[in-house]
C-alpha cells in the first residue's frame, strides 16, 4: 500500500490522538451526523429499498463466484471497443505499468479523478518516482494533496479539514502547483471552490493524459463507470487524449442492466442524494469524442486473497459508498486516519487486514476497532456483514498470535480502547441490552476474542426494530 | 508480464472460489418504477426533483421556446453559445448571440471563452431528476456541454421523460459515451456547504418543451 501509510501507529494509538483533537472530533461529529440523516431521508423514499439491497447482494456475489469468466468477457468487450486490458497483480507492478504508459505519451503531467483504487497502490508516489507529476483535481483530494495529507473518509476525504484550515491551505500552497489562490482569498466555500476552479482549469485544458478508477465495469458490453459530483471526473475522462483507469477487480458487473440497481443504491447511500450530480458511462473509444487511448488495468493487490476466505469475500461487495462510517460510533470518534489505510471505518476495519494481511501490528488491530454494534451492516447497501466479518478476522488473529505475541497485544490495545471510552462504550451497551441475544456474551474487551468464534450467528431483525425506531 | 499476471490472476480466482456453491444470477424483485407512469405526473416529478438540485427549470410550448432561451441567455448575460450541430435553427431566432458550430472542432481553449451551450437530451429520468445526454446530433462531444459556464437543455416532454432508472437503461447504447446530469456541477467538501459549480456547468436550466411527441 501507499508509502505514506508505512510506520503508522496501531489503531488505538492513533485513535487516542484522534479523540483528544477537539475540531476534528467536531467536524466529524457535524459531518456523520448530517450526512447519516439525510441519507435515511432518501433512503425511505424508495418503498423496495431492501429488495435492491438483496439484489444488489446477489449481483456481486454471482459476480464474485464467477469472475473470472466476467473478467475475460469484459477484456474481450473493452478490446472489442478500442480500449486496451492490461492487467496487474500487485501494486508495483500496477504503478509500473501507468507509468510506462504515460511516459509512452511524452509527458510528465498528469490529472487524476478521486480513486481509492491508485491511493491504495500509492500511484501518486510511484510517479513522482518516475519524474511524473500527478495532479489531484477532486475539491477534497486537491486539500489532501495541498496539504501533504492523507484522506481521511471515502466520500469527503478532507473532513478533517475547517475551512479555516483551507483558506491557508490555498493561499500559501497553491501557487507551488500552478496558478495561485486569488489575492484577498477569504473563508467562504463559494471562494474556496471558485480558488479551486481557477487552480484547476488551467490543468484540465492542457492536460494530455487522464487517471481514474471506476464505480463499476460492465463485462457484457464493457463499459465503464464513474459517479462524481464536481465535474472534475467529467474534465479528466474526456479532454485529455489519453486515459488510463486503474480499477480493482471486484467492481465488475455482469450485464447493462445490473446498473439499474447500483444507480439506485449507490448516490442514495453515499451523498444521500436521489442521483449524484454526473455520471460518466464510456465503453472503450469513441471516435471524435473524448480520448483516443483507452487503459484499462484490473488490479488484484489482494483481493484474490480476500475472494479465497469463505466469510471474508463478502468485503469484495463494496461500492465504495461510505454509509456505514457515518454510523460508525468508532469512526466518529477516531476519525479515518486513525485505521492507517486508505480504507477507513468499519469497511477498511474487514477489508484492509484481508488485503493487508494481519502480520503487522495496525493491520491485527483493526477488526478490534469496533463495538460491534451492528449498525454498518444496516445501512451497507450490499447487505455486508461487517460484524460477522470482524468476528471471523479476530479468530485467525487468536489462531496467530499466541500470548505475548504484538499482534495479540495489539488486537486487546483496541478492544480496551473502545472500553475506556465513554461515548463510544455507551452506545455499545444500549444498542447491547436493545438487541438481547445478538451481541456478543462478553463485550470486546480482554479475553473475549478467546470465546468470539463461538459466537451463535447474529440475527438481524431486532436491531431491525430498534434502528427503526431511534434513527432519526 | 502482463500475460503472465493475468494467468495468475485468473488461476488464482479460480482456486478461491473452486469449492464454493454455485451463486445463481439475481432474483429481481424490485420495482420497475416507483411512480405513476402518467406523463404528466412525470413531468411535473422531473421538474420538482431537478429543482431540488438547483437547476432552474421552465416549462414552455413550441411557439415560446425562442423567446424563452433568448430571454434566458439575456439574463445570464451570455454574449456566446455553442450550439451542436442538430439543434434547430429556430430556437435561436430570437436572439443575436454569437454563435459557435463545433468545427474543427472546436478546442477546449476556446470552448472555455465560450459563454454557453444549448443541447436537446437523450431522455430525462422524473425520478432521480436526471437528463441524460448520448453524444446524439443535438447534443454534440462531451466536452461542449462541459466547459461553458451555462448549459441550456431542452427536454420533449413527454416523449423523452421515463419514470425511473431501470426504465432508461434499456432505451441507452452502451456504445455511445453517456453522460447523466442531476443538477449542476456541486461540492460539499468544505464543512459540507454545498457549493454549485466547481468544474462543470455552474448554472443548467432545463427547459420541458411540452407537448412535442
Ligand atoms: S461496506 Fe457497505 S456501507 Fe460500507 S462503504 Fe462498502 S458498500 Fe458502503
Redesign the interface.
Known amino acids: 500500500m501507499s508509502a505514506a501509510f508505512l510506520g503508522m501507529p496501531p489503531f488505538p494509538r492513533a485513535a487516542e490522538e484522534a479523540v483528544h483533537n477537539t475540531t476534528l472530533r467536531a467536524n466529524l461529529r457535524h459531518a456523520t451526523h448530517t450526512i447519516r440523516a439525510k441519507r435515511a431521508k432518501a433512503v425511505a423514499e424508495l418503498s423496495d429499498w431492501e429488495q435492491l439491497r438483496e439484489a444488489g447482494r446477489q449481483i456481486k456475489d454471482h459476480t464474485l463466484r464467477h469472475l473470472d469468466r466476467y473478467l475475460i468477457q469484459l477484456e474481450a468487450a473493452v478490446t472489442e471497443a478500442g480500449g486496451t486490458v492490461h492487467w496487474a497483480a500487485d501494486a508495483t507492478e500496477a504503478n509500473r505499468i501507468v507509468a510506462d504508459l504515460v511516459k509512452a505519451t511524452g509527458e510528465t503531467e498528469v490529472v487524476k479523478v478521486k480513486s481509492m483504487a491508485t491511493q491504495e497502490i500509492g500511484l501518486n508516489e510511484a510517479l513522482a518516482a518516475e519524474g511524473i507529476t500527478a495532479y489531484e483535481t477532486d475539491l477534497a483530494e486537491l486539500i489532501v494533496q495541498l496539504g501533504d495529507d492523507r484522506p481521511s473518509h471515502i466520500l469527503v476525504p478532507a473532513i478533517h479539514r475547517n475551512r479555516a484550515e483551507i483558506r491557508s491551505l490555498f493561499a500559501d500552497e497553491m501557487g507551488k502547483w500552478g496558478r495561485a489562490a486569488p489575492h484577498g482569498l477569504t473563508d467562504s466555500p463559494a471562494d474556496l471552490a471558485e480558488a479551486a476552479r481557477l487552480h484547476l482549469r488551467e490543468k484540465f485544458l492542457r492536460a494530455r493524459v487522464g487517471i481514474s478508477g471506476a464505480n463499476f465495469m460492465v463485462a457484457e458490453t464493457g463499459t465503464l463507470v464513474v459517479v462524481e459530483s464536481e465535474g472534475n471526473g467529467r474534465m479528466c475522462l474526456t479532454l485529455p487524449r489519453t486515459l488510463i483507469s486503474v480499477v480493482g477487480i471486484e467492481k465488475t458487473v455482469p450485464t447493462w442492466r445490473d446498473l439499474e440497481v447500483f444507480l439506485q443504491t449507490l448516490p442514495r447511500s453515499s451523498t444521500a442524494e436521489r442521483m449524484n450530480p454526473y455520471t460518466s458511462l464510456w465503453t472503450g473509444t469513441t471516435d471524435d469524442d473524448g480520448p483516443r487511448d483507452f487503459h484499462l488495468i484490473l488490479l488484484d493487490n489482494g483481493r484474490t486473497d480476500v475472494l479465497a476466505d469463505e466469510v471474508g469475500r463478502q468485503a469484495l461487495r463494496c461500492i465504495r459508498c461510505s454509509a456505514c462510517l457515518n454510523v460508525c460510533p468508532v469512526y466518529e470518534r477516531a476519525g479515518g486516519h486513525a485505521y492507517g489505510s486508505v480504507y477507513p471505518g468499519p469497511i477498511g476495519a474487514i477489508l484492509t487486514p484481508q488485503l493487508r494481511g494481519t502480520g503487522s501490528a495496525i493491520d491485527a488491530s483493526l477488526p478490534y476497532a469496533s463495538t460491534l454494534c451492528g449498525a454498518c451492516y444496516e445501512v451497507c447497501p450490499v447487505a455486508i456483514d461487517i460484524p460477522d466479518v470482524l468476528l471471523h478476522l479476530r479468530g485467525r488473529i487468536a489462531e496467530q498470535g499466541g500470548p505475548g505475541h504484538r499482534v495479540e497485544r495489539a488486537a486487546l490495545a483496541a478492544s480496551g480502547w473502545v472500553l475506556r471510552h465513554p461515548t463510544v462504550l455507551a452506545a455499545t451497551e444500549k444498542l447491547a441490552a436493545a438487541t438481547r441475544g445478538m451481541h456478543p456474551r462478553r463485550p470486546p474487551g480482554s479475553g473475549a476474542w478467546t470465546t468470539s468464534r463461538e459466537l451463535p450467528d447474529v440475527p438481524t431483525q431486532s436491531f431491525r426494530d430498534w434502528w427503526q425506531e431511534n434513527r432519526r | ?3 503472465t ?2 494467468e ?3 488461476s ?6 473452486d469449492r ?12 420497475i418504477t ?1 411512480t405513476s407512469d402518467d406523463p404528466i405526473q412525470n413531468a411535473e416529478l422531473l421538474q420538482r ?1 431537478l429543482s ?2 438547483r437547476a432552474v427549470v421552465h416549462r414552455v410550448t413550441p411557439t415560446g421556446l425562442p423567446g424563452l432561451i433568448a430571454e434566458r441567455l439575456a439574463a445570464h448575460r451570455a454574449r456566446s453559445i455553442v450550439v451542436p450541430d442538430a439543434v434547430p435553427d429556430s430556437w435561436l431566432s430570437a436572439c443575436a448571440i454569437a454563435r459557435h458550430r463545433d468545427e474543427g ?1 472546436l478546442t ?2 476556446v470552448l ?1 471563452t465560450v459563454d454557453a451551450v444549448l443541447t436537446g437530451c437523450a431522455l430525462a ?1 422524473a ?4 437528463i441524460v445526454l448520448d ?1 446524439g446530433p443535438d447534443q454534440g ?3 461542449l456541454t ?1 466547459i461553458p459556464d451555462l448549459h441550456i437543455c431542452v427536454v420533449r416532454a413527454p416523449a423523452q421523460i421515463v419514470s425511473s ?2 426504465q432508461a ?2 432505451l441507452l447504447s ?20 454545498r ?1 454549485e ?5 455552474r448554472r443548467l436550466e432545463v427547459i420541458l418543451l411540452d407537448g412535442v411527441a
Open positions: 508480464m502482463t500475460d499476471s493475468r495468475r490472476i485468473l488464482r480466482i479460480r482456486a478461491a472460489v464454493a456453491q454455485d451463486v445463481p444470477p439475481p432474483e429481481r424483485d424490485y420495482l416507483h426533483n431540488d438540485y472542432p477546449p481553449a472555455d429520468i425520478e432521480t431528476g436526471t453524444g462531444r462531451r466536452a462541459l432508472v431501470p437503461l434499456p452502451p456504445s455511445a459515451p453517456l453522460t447523466w446530469i442531476s443538477g449542476p456541477s456541486a461540492t460539499s467538501d468544505i464543512e459540507l456547504d457549493v459549480g466547481v468544474h462543470g456547468p
